[in-house]
């Protein structure tokens, strides 16, 4: 057996227990919160758990084989020097080509003659070591080490049922042997390919094979797993059924690939940098709340949390956003603003939460947005127009009858459209309100306009004599007879002072314009993508190119808050 050289060094980022505890005391929220805890992400689990889970070294040797105790520290079990191996559950698999990703792996159903079952034969006795149960397993051909609740034995063989298994208990001679399986919990460490077992993990106890990259915490590991490139190890939770995987690590290498999903990693570094600061906010707000402590881990990897799927895009200037802004995060009124929430664009201006979504936090109050203009060339479908039907929106409503006026009957002080009714031709209306102008019609976002009729502004006035409910589609004529074509929330006037001023519609209330179709149809145009709350990603974008800090940029779009680690 080749002796194990490099110690073990064990991760000093512990993650309070008291801040998954649920909401505290303020005093007590600001003493808990860590610069960098250590935290679970989901990977694949409930309906997409998964029968086998293959790593594969890029950076670092080998793996150990483990558990994380109660404080998150890896506790060290075992360790392998292959490159490749594959977590699988302790019940028949077969090892061969999937049909749910574009790679192999290894599946409940046969898809090769290589096969991993579920019973073994246990020698008799225990081990004192890893080392010492490896070497007296070497001795026999399909022997491994195995874990099984704070003992080391060791086993042979991998038999898809127990005739198999007494057939070879008869065959290698070994009568003092006991055919044995394993718990609901139990995982088996194989070689990548084949059916040779490497280690196998079983706790009753509430434990979970952990898989830690490279042999020690010297050099930080970066694995592939299911055509991705991971920092940190790796949690296996079974409970009878498929394997739930989790990722386990910083929450800086958290934000790394939360960046990278959200931004181009060649973005400007101060709009990276910003997107790190809101990202680990909203993570830290995510992981008091314990959406997910039912399902064994912190965050999972979908925007139902936040989109994550490792760092194998990584740039100089994505590393740098991590590095440079490290533990840091938004504070307001002393505590860290937790929905530090962000979109893609805003459309020309952001939106106050409670006119969304009926939360009021004070940090999220809506402003005009006069960066997005600089870049709105460069953002696809930035100013955009759908048309319905009244069919079309009857159905997106519920109505029992043809919609035949579309009325917005209120806008935000910033011109958003916050509600909307819609009357079908019984005469029955339906009110919408907050996201819910977008989302129930499926539309970008909530700075829009209906058929030139209801307006997301109060108008703009032309002449002084008449209004325009929006810009899209007018044109200006300078002094030297040029014309150009107007856009909402990119264009400009000169005041009576002097200075240079977005151009902005009157001040929003109630619109009592009703949109009634004639030909059955109605055209909504408008601009932005997303919520609108909070910070614009373009905006930043915009920002940044034009020489602001990422401090400038988050206290912009983040009312009266600071930038600070804890």
Known sequence: MKGKTCGKMVRAAV?????????LPLSAQAASVEADPTIRVGLYYGSSALAGANLANEVGEGYRFGYFDEDRAFQELGYTYESTVSMVKTQNVWYGTGVDWNGSGYYDSQTSNIAVGCWHLELPGTYRSFEEAADEAARYEGGFPAWIDGVYTVRVGAYLDQDEALDAQASLGLSSASVAGTSGAGVSVVRTGTNEILFQFDSTQGLYLAVNP???DREEAQTHFRGNLYFGA???????????????????????????????????????????????????????????????FDLCNAVHCQAYKGVAEMSDNSRRAVEETSGEYLWYNGQVAEQAVYSSHNGGASESAVNVWGNDYPYLTGKIDPYEAAVADRISNYN???????????????????????????????????????????GKQYVESGDDCRTVLGLRSIRYTVNGGGSAS????????????TLNGAYAVNSDGDVSALTDGQAYVITGGGSTALLEPSAGGSSSASVSSGDGTFTITGSGWGHSVGLSQWGAYA??????TYEDILTFYYTGIEVRTP
Not at 272 to 288: D, E, H, I, N, P
Not at 387 to 416: M, R, Y
Not at 543 to 548: I, L, V
Request: glycine share 12%; net charge negative; aromatic share 8%.
């Open 15 to 23: 993650l309070s227990a008291a801040l998954l505890a649920g909401a």
């Open 214 to 216: 490279g042999q020690s």
């Open 234 to 296: 790796f949690e296996y939770r079974r409970s009878g059924g498929d394997i739930t995987v989790v990722n386990v690590l910083s929450m800086d290498d958290y934000i790394q690939g939360v960046i990278l999903q959200e931004m181009s990693a060649s973005w400007p570094l101060e709009a990276l940098k910003a997107q790190a600061v809101c990202a680990r906010s909203y993570a830290y707000g995510t992981l008091r709340a314990s959406k997910h402590q039912g399902d064994g």
């Open 384 to 426: 955009w127009t759908v048309t319905f039907t009244g069919e079309e929106l009857a159905e997106k409503v519920g109505a029992s009858a043809d919609i035949v006026s579309f009325q917005i009957t209120e806008t935000s002080a910033t011109g958003n459209t916050i509600e909307i009714t819609l009357t079908d031709a019984n």
């Open 458 to 469: 109060g108008g703009y006035t032309v002449n002084g004599t008449g209004t325009l409910s």
């Open 543 to 548: 920002m940044a190119q034009q020489g602001y």
